[in-house]
């Protein structure tokens, strides 16, 4: 079991930034996928960007492309999500994720991952 605590949302501005932070927490062993999706009101849960945790690849929707980027801290088993130049369309709860193996794929497919944090809000205002 693995249990994924995200933290950092909240209110800004368009065009300001934020950062989220996703701790994993639980018996973790070899890389692994995590990442970023997010579910606006009204609409699907999307994939946002995915990390593989030996850091050899990352992926990114193309709506985030150039303004958000994900990174790791593998000693931490923390992974963040830097956004900037946010826009009011960001507006969602935004949810970790982790996922055993690889990331091919699995951008888009949030049936992919294996365990989900409880999301955290971020609303931006134009």
């Known amino acids: 079991e693995v249990q994924l605590v995200e933290s950092g949302g909240g209110s800004v501005q368009a065009g300001g930034s934020l950062r989220l932070s996703c701790a994993a927490f639980?018996?973790?062993?070899?890389?692994?996928?995590m990442g970023w999706f997010r579910q606006a009101p009204g609409k699907e849960r999307e994939g946002v960007a995915v990390?593989?945790?030996?850091?050899?690849?990352?992926y990114y929707a193309d709506s985030v492309k150039g303004r958000f980027t994900i990174s790791q801290d593998n000693a931490k088993n923390t992974v963040y999500l830097r956004m900037n130049n946010l826009k009011p369309e960001d507006t969602a709860m935004y949810y970790c994720?982790?996922?055993?193996?690889?990331?091919?794929?699995?951008?888009?497919?949030?049936?992919?991952?294996?365990?989900w944090g409880k999301g955290a809000l971020v609303t931006i205002s134009s």
């Open positions: 994720a982790f996922a055993w193996g690889g990331c091919g794929g699995r951008l888009y497919l949030t049936d992919g991952m294996n365990y």
């Open positions: 990390i593989y945790t030996s850091g050899t690849h990352t």
């Open positions: 639980g018996y973790i062993y070899g890389s692994n996928c």
